[in-house]
């Protein structure tokens, strides 16, 4: 079994911060990209970021030079840093991962359970 977990969710007012982490545990062989998506009430779930194994980062255009994207393959862990945040950030963000399971072939994909950010204004 595989799961993804995250944490550092909450609430906070506009232009304050947050940073997200999402650790991958279980039968783990190799994790390729690894992305922060976020769903809103009402709205589509959409990706916020993410990053591939070498490092190489992808940002929607509502983020990009407030919200970094960090990994730390060790740890199997992915970072979302969020700085500047507006009441239109708020929704529930969800780690996402392209990851090969030990005694697998193909490369799987996962979800976590999600973490509510709330941005009052």
């Known amino acids: 079994q595989v799961q993804l977990v995250e944490s550092g969710g909450g609430l906070v007012q506009a232009g304050g911060s947050l940073r997200l982490s999402c650790t991958a545990s279980?039968?783990?062989?190799?994790?390729?990209?690894m992305g922060w998506y976020r769903q809103a009430p009402g709205k589509q779930r959409e990706v916020v970021a993410d990053?591939?194994?070498?490092?190489?980062?992808n940002y929607a255009d509502s983020v990009k030079g407030r919200f970094t994207i960090s990994r730390d393959n060790a740890k199997n862990t992915v970072y979302l840093q969020m700085n500047s945040l507006k009441p239109e950030d708020t929704a529930v963000y969800y780690c996402?991962?392209?990851?090969?399971?030990?005694?697998?072939?193909?490369?799987?994909?996962?979800w976590g359970q999600g973490t509510q950010v709330t941005v009052s204004s």
């Open positions: 996402n991962a392209d990851l090969i399971r030990l005694g697998y072939a193909r490369e799987y994909n996962y």
């Open positions: 279980g039968s783990i062989f190799s994790i390729n990209t």
């Open positions: 990053i591939t194994r070498g490092g190489s980062t």
